[in-house]
């Protein structure tokens, strides 16, 4: 399957920046820590061209970092960034949506939302009800979140 997204040519750049020296125990080294939007197109380790939706991983022995596009970051890290973007989509055509579980994880751990908005999202993402007093509590969440992808690179 050749759709662009070059898993051979991602395995050797990522191996290149890890410690482990076989792909499984490689790909373990590595945390998903941050995620932007390119302003201009960017060429993911992959080779593909083009990528906006940007995620970076941090090699938790070596300390590297490095950017890798949503698609491949998902089909061969196995992280879901995907659903994470899908969060920044939904709230940024609605903000009276709520994020979902992904990203209200990778948002928290990132210290973008603090404990309490962290438990206020879980109380109450799947209500459509709230009081006015919930609505301006998750848009101000919203709001966070979107800020910290505009900035890009929050690592
Ligand atoms: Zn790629």
């Known amino acids: 399957m050749s759709d662009g997204y070059n898993f051979q040519q991602l395995k050797i750049e990522i191996l290149a920046r890890s410690r482990a020296t076989d792909w499984e125990t490689a790909k373990a ?21 083009p990528i906006i939706e940007l995620c970076t991983i941090a090699n938790q022995v070596t300390g590297e970092t490095t950017d890798v ?3 491949c970051v998902k089909r061969f890290l196995g992280f879901r960034s995907d659903l994470i973007f899908a969060s920044i989509k939904r709230i940024r055509t609605d903000p009276d949506k709520s994020i979902g579980a992904e990203a209200a994880v990778f948002f928290h751990e990132r ?3 603090n404990a309490w908005e962290y438990k206020f999202q879980q109380s109450n993402h799947r209500k459509r009800n709230l009081t006015a007093k919930q609505l301006a509590t ?16 929050i690592v």
């Open 111 to 113: 210290g973008i939302i």
């Open 69 to 71: 596009g949503n698609v």
């Open 29 to 49: 080294e590595w945390k998903l820590v941050g995620i932007g939007e390119a302003e201009e197109c960017e060429t993911c380790l992959c080779g593909h061209f």
């Open 138 to 153: 998750r848009r101000k969440i919203n709001q966070k979140v979107l800020a910290s992808i505009a900035r890009r690179g």
